[in-house]
């Protein structure tokens, strides 16, 4: 089985930062992308930023020169650091992993539980 677990989620007041944390354990044996989706309250769930496992990176952009999307190879965990956060960034987030459970499986999208980002006066 294949868990992803986040972290860092909160309150945060217009213009400050939050730091997200996604890790993936579990029978792991490659991971290619990871990334992070959000989805607020009556709207569609959508792509924040997306790393491979080189280190390319995709931001959505909404989010563009605020957000940085990072990742740890070695411990399986991708970041997201928000920064200059706005009302409009409020929403839950969503890690996704491209992950290969086995030597001979295949690729599948793995999805953490989410995490409630709140941005607000």
């Known amino acids: 089985q294949v868990q992803l677990v986040e972290s860092g989620g909160g309150l945060v007041q217009p213009g400050g930062s939050l730091r997200l944390s996604c890790a993936a354990s579990g029978s792991i044996f490659r991971i290619a992308a990871m990334g992070w989706h959000r989805q607020a309250p009556g709207k569609q769930r959508e792509l924040v930023a997306d790393?491979?496992?080189?280190?390319?990176?995709n931001y959505a952009d909404s989010v563009k020169g605020r957000f940085t999307i990072s990742r740890d190879n070695a411990k399986n965990t991708v970041y997201l650091q928000m920064n200059s956060l706005k009302p409009e960034d409020t929403a839950v987030y969503y890690c996704?992993?491209?992950?290969?459970?086995?030597?001979?499986?295949?690729?599948?999208?793995?999805w953490g539980q989410g995490t409630q980002v709140t941005v607000s006066s």
């Open positions: 996704k992993a491209e992950i290969n459970p086995y030597r001979y499986g295949h690729y599948a999208d793995y």
């Open positions: 790393i491979t496992s080189g280190g390319s990176t």
